[in-house]
């Protein structure tokens, strides 16, 4: 059996890449809050911030895993807040680097050692994983813990058969983006204007890279930039 196991899968590119994955006949398993609406895929409710939960959610994927040829691995949930360096407590912040660093770690650390040879790692990045703007202090900080994650984790399993990489995306037309932009047509528009193609992402096109950088371990240790050429600040 072939599988896959993605956090936040319940909408945007988690649902997308699930539904591709669904597609080529693996098992999808959903790591979030919430359920994913894609038919056919196994939801394992989970609160990326809660240790408990955590641990609850890797027993249960564990067997999974033992009865798999291979395994994708996707980090993508993720938490954005609008703040700045100067306007962040430190509660805040924790609360951000709790889902988007902490439980990254906490999940590797307890489903890697089980994953087969074949499989691969993956991490949704951002833009923002190598650049900055304002008014996203700790998404742009956790997002270049992210990048540091993935290439330290390329250099501890060296000769373990599994590859791993950073998908960077530019302005994807998502519950997170419209969430923190809203949705003011001539804001979405000047949003959409930032890249060479003059539009939002659709959450398919970086599922089709993801599942993609699983299939191919060449690779591996990369940062795959997927945002239609973004224009420089």
Request: aromatic residues 4%; charged residues 15%.
């Amino acid at each position: 059996m072939l599988t896959a196991i993605i956090t936040g899968a319940s909408v945007g590119i988690g649902q997308a890449t699930a539904q591709r994955f669904l597609g080529m006949g693996y098992r999808v398993y959903n790591l979030s809050r919430r359920p994913c609406p894609e038919p056919g895929v196994e939801n394992i409710i989970c609160d990326l911030a809660s240790d408990a939960s955590i641990n609850s959610a890797c027993r249960r994927l564990l067997p999974v895993i033992a009865d798999s040829a291979k395994v994708c691995l996707l980090h993508n949930a993720s938490q954005m807040r609008k703040d700045t360096a100067d306007h962040c407590n430190s509660d805040s912040l924790r609360a951000v680097l709790e889902t988007n660093v902490v439980a990254v770690n906490s999940i590797n650390q307890q489903l890697l050692p089980a994953l087969p040879k074949g499989s691969s790692l993956l991490y949704v990045g951002s833009t923002l994983s190598e650049k900055a703007v304002a008014g996203s202090f700790s998404y742009v900080l956790s997002k270049h813990a992210q990048l540091g994650m993935m290439r330290a984790t390329c250099q501890d399993l060296m000769g373990k058969g599994i590859h791993t990489a950073l998908i960077c995306p530019g302005f994807t037309d998502t519950e997170m983006l419209r969430t923190h932009i809203g949705n003011n047509p001539e804001v979405v528009a000047a949003i959409g204007s930032m890249n060479a193609y003059g539009r939002l992402i659709e959450p398919g096109e970086i599922a089709g890279l993801i599942v993609w950088a699983h299939g191919n371990p060449v690779i591996n240790g990369a940062v795959l930039h997927a945002n239609l050429g973004q224009k420089e600040a």
